[in-house]
């Protein structure tokens, strides 16, 4: 399988296991805006007819993994009609399920900012690794908005109701040594340990 789009690129890194990699194009930052939404909806509908698919591992081209949602694109969302609204919304929080029901392990390699929407990709897959110099949070509340792609179910599964409401609420950026004891992410390791090996098949 390969893909390359203005905000993700796709390719076959070894027999069955597919890297997605978050590059958007002409921008300092990854963030999930209108065209990174529809190729992430592209690519997840291309894994999901991929028959020899035994692995996926999602990572950042750029400093940080991906710093949320583009704000800039807000205020049309919230001129939309509220019934319109609403389906846009089940319709991106779809990708997300389509993602976390592959049928197979995926790995997030959590380089840098994963937050708001950045974060929620994470919690879609099956395991987090961060980088010692990563940091994870659900900063909405800031703005006065709700996770919208379904952090606020995930989240709890890890790291349980009190603690996910703790964090959604405060909105506080989290570090990766706080992520990996309350359980939100799997792994913690130094930025240039990028070759490390996955051993796909013990997870299968």
């Known amino acids: ?29 990854n963030k999930f805006n209108r065209v990174t939404m529809e190729e992430y909806r592209k690519v997840v509908s291309l894994l999901g007819k991929e028959r020899n698919l035994k692995g996926l591992l999602i990572n950042s081209a750029k400093e940080a993994f991906i710093v949320g949602a583009d704000i800039n694109e807000f205020l049309g969302f919230f001129q939309m009609p509220l019934d319109e609204l609403t389906e846009q919304i089940k319709l991106q929080q779809q990708i997300f399920l389509d993602m976390e029901n592959l049928g197979i392990p995926s790995v ?13 990709i994470t919690l879609a897959a099956s395991f987090r690794v961060a980088s010692t110099k990563a940091k994870v949070g659900l ?31 405060a909105g506080d950026e989290k570090k990766p040594e706080d992520a990996l004891k309350a359980g939100a992410v799997d792994a913690v390791v130094e930025p240039d340990q990028d070759n490390i090996q996955l051993r796909w098949p013990l997870w299968g």
């Open 108 to 120: 997030c390699a959590i380089n840098g900012y994963a937050l708001g929407g950045g974060f929620e």
């Open 139 to 169: 900063p909405e509340v800031k703005l006065g908005l709700l996770p919208g792609f379904g952090g606020t179910t995930r989240l709890p599964r890890l790291i349980g109701a009190d603690n996910a409401l703790e964090w959604a609420a």
């Open 1 to 29: 399988m390969e893909f390359n789009g203005e905000a993700l690129q796709c390719r076959m890194i070894e027999d069955g296991v597919v890297e997605m990699t978050f590059d958007l194009q002409n921008e300092s930052v």
